[in-house]
C-alpha cells in the first residue's frame, strides 16, 4: 500500500521558518508532479504550491508567492516546501499530494486531479 508521509509541522511565532517534507512509502513518485495543499478550519482545501515530474516547473498561489518555495529531490523521492515569512493566516494542515497523470509537463492547481494524499502536517502561527 503506498503512503505519503508529511513531516516538518509545527508551532512557530509570525515572521518565523518552517521546513516541510513529504516521502511516499511502497514506490516511487519520480515521474508526476507532486504539490501542497493546505486546509485551515472551516475552510476548503486549497492549492498551495506544486512542482512538476522533473523539477522544471513550479507554481504558488498568489497568497505565498515570494515566501514559499517548493522542491524535490527525485533520488529521495521526496518534495519539500520551505516557509519563510510565516503569517497567521498560513495557519492550517499541509498536505502532500500525487498528481494522477504521470509526466504532466505543468502543474495543476485542480485538487481533484490529485489522486493520492497524505494525512497531513500541523502548522500554526501565532501572531
Known amino acids: 500500500q503506498v503512503h505519503l508521509v508529511e513531516s516538518g509541522g509545527s508551532l512557530v511565532q509570525a515572521g518565523g521558518s518552517l521546513r516541510l517534507s513529504c516521502a511516499p512509502s511502497?514506490?516511487?513518485?519520480?515521474?508526476?508532479?507532486m504539490a501542497w495543499f493546505r486546509q485551515a478550519p472551516g475552510k476548503e482545501r486549497e492549492f498551495v504550491s506544486g512542482?512538476?515530474?522533473?523539477?522544471?516547473?513550479?507554481a504558488n498561489s498568489d497568497s505565498v508567492k515570494g515566501r514559499f518555495t517548493i522542491s524535490r529531490d527525485n533520488a529521495k523521492s521526496t518534495i519539500y516546501l520551505q516557509m519563510s515569512s510565516l503569517k497567521s493566516e498560513d495557519t492550517a494542515i499541509y498536505y502532500c499530494?500525487?498528481?494522477?497523470?504521470?509526466?504532466?509537463?505543468?502543474?495543476?492547481?485542480?485538487?481533484?486531479?490529485?489522486?493520492?494524499w497524505g494525512q497531513g502536517t500541523q502548522v500554526t502561527v501565532s501572531s
Open positions: 512542482i512538476t515530474y522533473n523539477g522544471r516547473k513550479t
Open positions: 511502497g514506490r516511487s513518485f519520480k515521474y508526476y508532479a
Open positions: 499530494a500525487v498528481d494522477g497523470q504521470a509526466m504532466r509537463e505543468a502543474v495543476s492547481t485542480t485538487r481533484s486531479l490529485y489522486t493520492i
